[in-house]
């Protein structure tokens, strides 16, 4: 049996079994959320030995080659000797800048980074607090205006993070971890092309931010952008959406509810064979959206989706 050495930890775990399952079951306080690679919050370094990774594509390669695995998507193979990822050691100080809440569920958290950080509208970073707690969150604030980074936080359900985010103030200070590219983006070559922004719930934080960049360049094509919340009261960016819509004519606006959903998707038509889609919120919302944009005739290829995927328990 391989063994596994954290720190003074030191413990035998079966071969071929999942490394975050077996240092969870060790004893290794690792924090985790979405075990599929995508919110990056379980990063541990190898020392010496290596892992079997079975999903390598999920780590930039720099990361990589610092000795960066993702637990969840990696196999014991071998023994290992491995750090987990450190906030305070290996992630970037920020301070609160700003709390506010958008809507009854929706906080609006501002960042200011110790040192600017460069990404492009639709990424999204891990968070981190002084206690350990980590989660990934899209950025809805757009690089090289906003003079900080801004989130759209869900705290509707009790979380571990969320639970934490209500009681941040001003002056309260954070870890950056994981920049991520996500699946969505604003690429200059489709300025002239239809543009459809679909989003649920707080999936309109990074499709707010691509879609004022898109604005900022100079786009020319129409662009329809979809909200669905479940009721009104979840329409959080209403006054800030209508008040783009009223500056740009290209842009239209649809706020719908879960009710109207079935109605809304029924009447999406498709005007142009080069329009192309950009989708976020829950697994749930993004595949009804994708079904219904694949039989309006919008090949798979112009299709772009990130998921909000739900806390792993």
């Not at 009681?167 to 604003?186: F, K, N």
């Not at 989003?199 to 094509?221: F, K």
């Not at 842009?251 to 999406?268: D, G, N, R, S």
């Amino acid at each position: 049996m391989p063994e596994l050495r954290v720190g003074p930890q030191c413990f035998n775990a079966a071969s071929g079994s999942n490394l975050l399952d077996a240092l969870l079951a060790g004893g290794v306080a690792l924090p985790y959320s979405c075990r599929a690679g995508s919110c990056h919050a379980c990063l541990v370094r190898c020392l010496r030995g290596e892992p079997l990774d079975d999903k390598p594509e999920a780590l930039d390669p720099s990361r990589r080659e610092q000795g960066w695995r993702l637990a969840c998507q990696c196999r014991l193979v071998d023994d290992l000797q491995l750090e987990v990822f450190d906030p305070r050691r290996d992630g970037l100080p920020a301070l609160v800048d700003s709390c506010s809440w958008l809507s009854a569920d929706v906080l609006r958290l501002r960042l200011v980074a110790q040192r600017p950080l460069r990404y492009r509208a639709g990424q999204h970073l891990v968070l981190w607090t002084d206690s350990g707690v980590a989660r990934p969150y899209s950025l809805a604030s757009l690089p090289g205006e906003d003079p900080w980074l801004e989130f759209h936080l869900d705290c509707g359900r009790p979380g571990a993070f969320s639970d934490a985010a209500r009681r941040l103030a001003p002056g309260d200070s954070l870890r950056l971890g994981e920049l991520r590219g996500g699946a969505l983006h604003y690429d200059p070559d489709w300025q002239a092309r239809p543009l459809w922004l679909l989003a649920a719930g707080t999936g309109l934080a990074p499709l707010y931010g691509v879609l004022r960049e898109a604005l900022r360049q100079d786009h020319q094509g129409s662009i329809r952008l979809i909200h669905l919340a479940h009721d009104a009261s979840g329409h959080y960016l209403a006054e800030a959406l209508a008040a783009l819509a009223a500056v740009h004519p290209q842009v239209q606006v649809e706020l719908i509810t879960a009710a109207e959903l079935p109605a809304a998707m029924a009447e999406l038509r498709l005007v142009s064979r080069q329009t192309l889609a950009l989708l976020c919120g829950q697994p749930e919302s993004v595949d009804t959206f994708a079904r219904r944009l694949y039989l309006a005739g919008i090949p798979r290829n112009q299709v772009f989706a990130d998921l909000f995927l739900p806390h792993a328990r």
